[in-house]
Structures are given as structure tokens and as C-alpha cells.
């Protein structure tokens, strides 16, 4: 491991950053009581304070004229508020799959033509990305028309700016491509390797951007990392980091862990960097519990029990340490933080000094499980979502309920936005 990447993370180190790189190379309504609005005046820049909390975007709803109505929770306000769309927007769509949302703005995947983009829900722009057929995807793969071939698409800033930068993750071999949005001549560029020195398979879980580094990190597979450098297209550089993760191994965490498949997620906060090891339970029963998802085999004549929904049950979040070198776990305190995380760039924000009405030390998640494989008709998907305090270890609702018997599937799945008309 190179010396000077250690700096990255240092409150100190963080200023020299840049010189130190160039020398190297929905169907469902919420039972909670909510005034629904028609808010058009928050299009406007002036409009929006300078601090506001995230908002939950919801299933849209048909507006007049064939556009649609883009509804979103706030939680600061706990109301609804709702921004007429334009159908030429693209979404909502039974062939768009909503792939991500950053800056104010949600990236949108056709499944059937493979089309890409951009748009702004309070702007009402639309910013089309560069065609993906010329990347290294296998034709079978675009050619599905069950998924999309774009599993994550992120952006450093708004697409308005010459500087930005939007990188992808590709369902398809989960390959890393970026580009830049803000360029007439624009396309998709492979990055990243897809075996390692001993020729295992890389797979990218998680990617997010520095604004106090200037650089994009990647999660691959469960516990390596690598950030990337894109500040000149003609020279993307790579840059490795070696860092272990010192895994959290107790009974109490592990009987709470059981039967569970984990989710993991990069986030960052003013040049921290911290890892969020999400616990999904493959089948829980009709009191929350988790079970042995290979109990709901039934025969292979009939296949899987697919009734038995899925459902978050712990969180542990790692923070990087400088002094070790690695990534250790924070025990029932986040600094005072609010971690949002799901199909998002996730991020945190200063719940405690910042953001009251915010709950501090907790994450907000919403789902990020693909149900789009079930054998039989299922009536969930979208559920998983809901706020766990990371200093009691319990769960509570965000606008939909969180416990197993209100289930109900929402479509598209809801995802954190944070408000921006630019």
C-alpha cells in the first residue's frame, strides 16, 4: 500500500490531497397521517433553504395531460409534497428502472432499448448519458428485457458543470465505466480490472464520491477497496487501498445475523470514510423472526415458497481509522450521524448539531433487493425500509410500516432524494 493514500482519510491530510494523486499516477398508502401538497414554489433555487433533510421519493401518480406527479416525503415537515412531471421525462415507465439518484438528480435505465439519463424532478430536465452499447456487455444481458444492464449510476455534481463525472457499475460482469455528462462528446469509458493478481473474480458493490478528495471509492466484493482519480478523462488513475476491515464476531451480533445475507455500503462524510454492513433475512416469518430460507424449498416440481417476504435485521457500520490503517467497528455510536443508504449515493449528514429533526446514530435505509427473480406472483418488494437506531439496536417506521403483517409491494422502489432545482 502506497504511503501517502492514508492521508486521504486524515481531517490534517486531506488539504494536499490533490498535488499528492498527480505524482501518482408505489402501491401502497402509508397509514401515517400526512398533508399531501402541491408545493411548485420549491422549483425555485431561493426557495429551498440552504440546509434541508432528504426527502423519500414515493410511487408517482398519473397527472393530467399524460405527464405524471412526482410525490416525496419530507421528513422534517412529515408531509407529502407533489411536483407535476413531464411525460417526455421518461418516468415513471414499465420499461425504466430507477439505477440511482445523487445530487438532486435520479439516473433512469430503459430495459428494453438501454437508453440512459438523467433527470431532475424539480428542474423537470433531462440530461441523456452516452449509449452503453459500445461497452463490453454481453448481448444476452442487453437484450433482457426482466432487468436492466445497469445495476448503479452515480454523478460528482450536478450534470450542468463542465467537471462532472458519472460512473456506473455494470449489472452485466458488475464492470466500473465513467463519463462526462457535461461534454458534447461524451462516451462510456471501461475502468477497472475484473480479476485480481491470484485471477478471482472482482465484483463492485458500492460506489460513492469525495467532494474533499476529489475521488470516486469502490467497494469490491465484501472487503477491498480502490478509489479513482477522473479528474482528467484522458488519465484515469486508479489508486489501491489494502485496507482490512477488523469484523465485528460476537454471540449476540451472530444470533442476530443468522440466516441473513448482508448488503455492504460505502459512505462518506467530509473526507471520513466509513463501511455499512447491512443484515437482510432471506425469509422472516409473521413476527419478524428469520428462518432458514431452505426451509421454503418445496419440491422441484414446485419450486421456492416465495410468500415469506424478506426484511432488514441488524446494521454495523465500520469506520476507517488512520493510525491502524483499517476499517473498525463503531459501537453503538455514530458520531452523532444519520446515515442514509439503499439504491442512493449514500451519504451522512450531522443529525445531532445540524439536522434535529433528524434521529442521530441511526441509518435509513430503503431496499435494494431485486425481486424480479421470484418464481411466483409475490405481493412485497419495495418494503424494506425504515430507520434503526444504531444505539438501542431497534427499528422504527419512515412513512411506510416497517413490521412484517404491512407488507405490501411498492413499485417503483422508493429511494432517497436530496432536493436540489439546479
Not at 41 to 59: E, G, H, T
Not at 183 to 191: N, R, V
Request: hydrophobic share 35%; glycine share 6%; with cysteine.
Amino acid at each position: 500500500m502506497a504511503p501517502y493514500v492514508v492521508s486521504l482519510f486524515s481531517r490534517k491530510g486531506a488539504v494536499g490531497v490533490s498535488s499528492l494523486i498527480s505524482r501518482r499516477c408505489g402501491f401502497f398508502r402509508s397509514p401515517i397521517s400526512t398533508l399531501s401538497v402541491s408545493d411548485e414554489s420549491l422549483r425555485s433555487p431561493s426557495s429551498l433553504p440552504s440546509k434541508i433533510s432528504p426527502w423519500l421519493m414515493l410511487p408517482p401518480t398519473a397527472g393530467g395531460g399524460g405527464g405524471v406527479v412526482h410525490k416525496f416525503y419530507s421528513i422534517a415537515e412529515n408531509r407529502v409534497l407533489s411536483f407535476a412531471g413531464e411525460e417526455k421525462l421518461g418516468f415513471p415507465d414499465g420499461d425504466t428502472e430507477l439505477v440511482g439518484s445523487s445530487h438532486g438528480w435520479l439516473a433512469l435505465s430503459n430495459k428494453r432499448n438501454n437508453d440512459l439519463f438523467l433527470t431532475n424532478p424539480l428542474s423537470r430536465r433531462r440530461v441523456n448519458l452516452p449509449p452503453i452499447h459500445k461497452l463490453p456487455i454481453e448481448e444476452q444481458h442487453l437484450s433482457r428485457e426482466d432487468f436492466s444492464c445497469v445495476h448503479n449510476v452515480i454523478i460528482s455534481c450536478s450534470p450542468n458543470e463542465e467537471n462532472c463525472r458519472a460512473m456506473m457499475i455494470i449489472k452485466a460482469g458488475y464492470a466500473l465505466a465513467f463519463c462526462c455528462p457535461g461534454l458534447s462528446t461524451a462516451e462510456w469509458t471501461p475502468i477497472g480490472t475484473r480479476y485480481d493478481g491470484r485471477h478471482d473474480v472482482r465484483f463492485y458493490r458500492s460506489i460513492i464520491y469525495s467532494a474533499t478528495h476529489k475521488l470516486f471509492f469502490c467497494l469490491i466484493n465484501r472487503r477491498t477497496f480502490e478509489a479513482w482519480d477522473l479528474r482528467d478523462p484522458d488519465s484515469p488513475t486508479m489508486i489501491p487501498m489494502d485496507y482490512p476491515v477488523i469484523w465485528l464476531h460476537s454471540e449476540e451480533d451472530d444470533q442476530r445475523n443468522e440466516f441473513c445475507r448482508t448488503e455492504n455500503s460505502l459512505v462518506e462524510y467530509f473526507g471520513e470514510l466509513f463501511l455499512v454492513k447491512r443484515f437482510i433475512a432471506e425469509c422472516v416469518d409473521s413476527n419478524g423472526c428469520a428462518f432458514d430460507p431452505h426451509l421454503c424449498y418445496i419440491s422441484p416440481e414446485k419450486g421456492w415458497d416465495d410468500s415469506r417476504p424478506y426484511k432488514t435485521m441488524n446494521v454495523n457500520v465500520y469506520k476507517f481509522d488512520p493510525e491502524s490503517r483499517s476499517f473498525r467497528f463503531m459501537d453503538s455510536s455514530l458520531d452523532g450521524l444519520a446515515f442514509f443508504i439503499g439504491r442512493n449515493h449514500a451519504f451522512a449528514i450531522a443529525a445531532a448539531s445540524e439536522y434535529p429533526e433528524l434521529k442521530a446514530d441511526s441509518i435509513y435505509y430503503t431496499d435494494v433487493t431485486n425481486t424480479r427473480y421470484a418464481i411466483q406472483e409475490i405481493d412485497y418488494g419495495g418494503h424494506d425500509i425504515g430507520i434503526f437506531s444504531y444505539k438501542d439496536r431497534t427499528f422504527s417506521p419512515c412513512y411506510y410500516p416497517c413490521d412484517v403483517k404491512g407488507i405490501k409491494i411498492i413499485t417503483p422502489y422508493p429511494i432517497w432524494y436530496t432536493p436540489t432545482p439546479l
